[in-house]
């Protein structure tokens, strides 16, 4: 019998947290699911634990991979799911208890592709509400899907395009055969995956109940400097160009996807993560590095169809610096200001 709910657990070197995670969804009140662990070539005591569960509960598979990164441990979950639902799970996360249930709720009555919902993001000891930009409700008409787009692509940030804050239509997943495809590659399978399927869904609902715990951990892959990011976000960009040519809406998001492009990637990530100083990148190589995708083909052409007019009046001169090639202007705003204040205030202190 079909499961209503397939939760696909990418499994990698995290069995401190495995347990809590997986226990979150063993509590749940809503009871018809099953639960897929991918194990993605761990090299800790992750592949027994998943063994050790699989062995208790009969709905609870395994899956032991050779490591190819989270993409391909997500498709792989998706390709032996059999539930009506899909909801991919980071492993050292956790869901709110009833989150099932709400999402049943959500989803019983008219079957919408996408369930969009918020969550909390754990630091430490402390909780925060992250709530989307997105207006609770059901998009499913042309309108509608436009301003989610519009959403999605001006104001990623608080739209969120994590697949963990959403989950998916099994029939429309492999209806449209869209994959994650792995960020060593286009620099966050994510964001490609969810901007893809936003492109061609029928129905959307948002609902603001938050559901998923993502917790915050110093030290973590995304807090450290990532090589070739810029090459990575060009050729995400350049995918989501064809994805969106091939189902004829390219002219009609034009726009939108060069301002995520630039904006939200190039000048939001990039910038900052170039500017960071680690063992073998120093602020030079940062500096060169954006002076070097500051003058590429792909970046002018994508800047160039940018409306700065959708800016806040203080982005402006950030928008003029990208445009003139002025990375003096970024060093000054992103690295020389920030050390400045962070003086003031120490000698602030120290004076009180």
């Known amino acids: 019998m ?8 990418p499994v990698y070197n995290v069995a401190a947290y495995l347990e809590r995670c997986i226990q979150s969804v063993l509590e749940q009140s809503f009871k018809d699911y099953e639960i897929i662990l991918v194990d993605d070539g761990s090299t800790d005591g992750s592949p027994q634990i998943c063994d050790r569960y699989a062995q208790e509960y009969e709905f609870i598979r395994v899956i032991h991979m050779e490591n190819g990164g989270l993409a391909s441990a997500r ?41 969009k919902f918020s969550h909390y993001r754990v630091v430490g000891e402390r909780r925060y509400e992250v709530l989307s930009n997105a207006e609770p409700g059901v998009y499913e008409d042309d309108i509608r899907i436009d301003r989610l787009m519009n959403w999605a692509l001006y104001s990623a940030g608080v739209f969120s395009l994590s697949a963990c804050m959403n989950i998916y239509l099994t029939d429309f997943l492999r209806r449209t055969r869209v994959e994650f495809l792995s960020e060593r590659i286009i620099g966050s399978e994510d964001y490609l995956f969810n901007l893809q399927l936003l492109a061609q869904v029928k129905k959307v609902r948002v609902i603001k109940q938050f559901l998923y715990n993502y917790e915050m951990r110093i030290g973590s892959l995304s807090q450290r400097y990532k090589k070739d990011l810029p090459q990575r976000y060009t050729r995400l960009f350049c995918q989501l160009e064809e994805s969106y040519r091939s189902v004829g809406i390219l002219d009609r998001y034009r726009e939108g996807i060069s301002f995520f492009y630039v904006w939200h990637l190039m000048r939001g990530t990039c910038i900052l993560n170039e500017y960071y ?14 002076r070097q995708f500051l003058r590429s083909e792909v970046f002018r052409r994508a800047l160039n169809q940018c409306d700065e007019h959708m800016l806040r009046r ?15 202007i970024l060093f000054i705003v992103y690295v020389v200001k920030p050390v400045l204040k962070k003086g003031l205030r120490r000698n602030d202190d120290t004076q009180n």
């Open 314 to 328: 203080k982005n402006r001169k950030i928008y003029w610096a990208l445009k003139y090639r002025m990375e003096v």
């Open 75 to 115: 498709n792989a979950g998706l390709a032996v799911a059999r539930g009506r639902y899909i909801w991919w799970v980071d492993s050292d996360d956790w869901i709110e208890p009833n989150a099932l249930n709400t999402l049943y709720q959500a989803t019983c009555r008219d079957s919408p592709d996408l369930v």
């Open 277 to 290: 100083v680690s063992e073998g990148h120093t602020l030079a190589d940062g500096r060169r590095n954006i």
């Open 2 to 9: 079909q499961p209503y709910f397939s939760v696909i657990l």
